[in-house]
């Protein structure tokens, strides 16, 4: 699943007995599910329909100002407890980097065969989605750091503005992996209070205006707005921006976006849904989907989407959310699981000494 908590309890006295995993917080599976699915849309909007649709480009806008904010936030949330120990070193190499492996393999073997492009493996290069693996490995990793210093949100958002003004080339993934930063050390920092004061009449109440706020003027400036700001991978040269209003830029961006990702938490439903089950195995339609839309992008289904016309926003979110279904069943996670949830040999990472082990194993990482 893309997101778990990493065990931070300490460790019990030697007689202590392993305590019980703990109840999973409906709220936050109905959050991954809905971010994952955001995640397929989006992709659908970006890879298969063109850009002069103005309906659906105001949408996306509005999609990507908060859906990569808030689903890396939930990855700092769920990683305030990783300090480096064998057991969470394992488990980030398992769950993070061989399906990052894996997946590099499938997608150049898939572009090899619908694009015709030769099949050349650079693990540094991260393809399309992928991205977001090497990103979550390096930003996990440095979990330590962040929660070590002091003023770690501001020092994120010095770092990813910083970033911007470079011309650091893609190697893995870095702009994104700065730019994107700040998000992950706000999880970092939350709390549960932090989710619950978002949980009350007003502010969901608000959320509905803020949306709806949002996409109405999403829509108004869709046609002469560059995307590309939402990415978080072009310097402010590739944007031909002077820096003192990139800097400006950006600091709005993180703005509007901390706004709607507070308007999307406050929407989120607190209790069991039909799709809270489907929360716990994000990782499946996360690394999945991008081969059917590739596909889709290769044999023409964008045209017979963008016929639609404006029907395509009410559409593709249908498909989008068919798709994140499917690739969460039982059937898909059972052939999947092998190459998205693998068992790490622990003979290749240390063990825990015995008087550091902790009261209940590592989850999931994702």
Known sequence: MLFAPVNPHNRPSARASPAPERTRDPFFDNAKYLLVTLVVIGHIWGSLLPAELDTVRGAYVVVYLFHMPAFILLCGYFSRGFTGRPDQVRALLARVLVPYLFFTVAYRALYTVIWGSPFELTPTEPTYLLWFLVALFLWRLTTPVWQAIRFAVPAAVAISLGAGLTGMDYELALPRVLMFLPWFVLGLRLRPEHFHRLRTPLCRAAAVVILLIALAS???????????????????????????????????????????????????????????????????PFLTHGLLVQIGQAYGAGDQ??????????????????????????????????????????????????????????????
Do not use: C, I
Not at 239 to 263: C, E, I, K, Q
Not at 337 to 362: G, H, I, N, W
């Open 305 to 366: 989407l963008a016929r639609l016309g404006a029907w395509a926003v009410v559409v593709t979110p249908l498909l989008g959310v068919a798709l994140s279904v499917l690739f969460s069943s039982a059937p898909v996670r059972r052939v999947l699981r092998p190459v998205v949830e693998p068992r790490f040999p622990r003979r290749l990472v240390r063990d825990q000494p015995k008087e550091q082990d902790r009261a209940s194993p590592t989850r999931s990482l994702l």
């Open 218 to 284: 999403a829509y108004v400036m869709a046609p002469s707005y560059d995307v590309r700001w939402l990415h978080m991978q072009y310097s402010n040269d590739d944007l031909h921006s002077a820096w003192p209003d990139y800097l400006v830029t950006r600091m709005l961006l993180f703005g509007a976006s901390a706004v709607l990702v507070a308007a999307f938490f406050a929407l989120v439903p607190t209790r069991r849904t039909p799709f809270t089950a489907l929360g716990a195995a994000t990782m499946f």
